[in-house]
Nanobody, 125 residues
């Protein structure tokens, strides 16, 4: 199983980025997907999660109304659209996959089975 995250970069505050996570070696529709982030010196925290079908989503309070998670199971890809970026969004962003038999999302990193390598997002003020 491989999760390849991409789309990170340097952006000014107020700008936008779209992260992608391409999955291989698994059937994406069988997995809850999540985006996490880790800033320097801080713990890894949940950003957003999406259910297997895409019908249910979860967002951390800090990104609600600014970020949108989506998925295309046919393309085995998950996305994170990030708008109105702030300097405090600066972090390495990781996508993760959790094998699931339910319609729920998952917000604990410990529940996820597979992780991508991370992509760095830097927001300048």
């Amino acid at each position: 199983v491989q999760l390849q995250a991409s789309g990170g970069g340097l952006v000014q505050a107020g700008g936008s980025l779209r992260l992608s996570c391409a999955a291989s070696g698994l059937t994406l529709s069988s997995y809850v997907m999540g985006w996490f982030r880790q800033a320097p010196g801080k713990e890894r925290t949940i950003v957003a999660s999406i259910s297997r079908s895409g019908g249910g989503t979860y967002y951390a309070d800090s990104v609600k109304g600014r970020f949108t998670i989506s998925r295309d199971n046919a393309k085995n890809t998950v996305y994170l659209q990030m708008n109105s970026l702030k300097p405090e969004d600066t972090a390495v962003y990781y996508c993760a996959a959790k094998r699931s038999f339910s319609t729920a999302q998952a917000i604990r990193s410990i529940d996820y089975n597979y992780w991508g390598q991370g992509t760095l997002v830097t927001v300048s003020s």
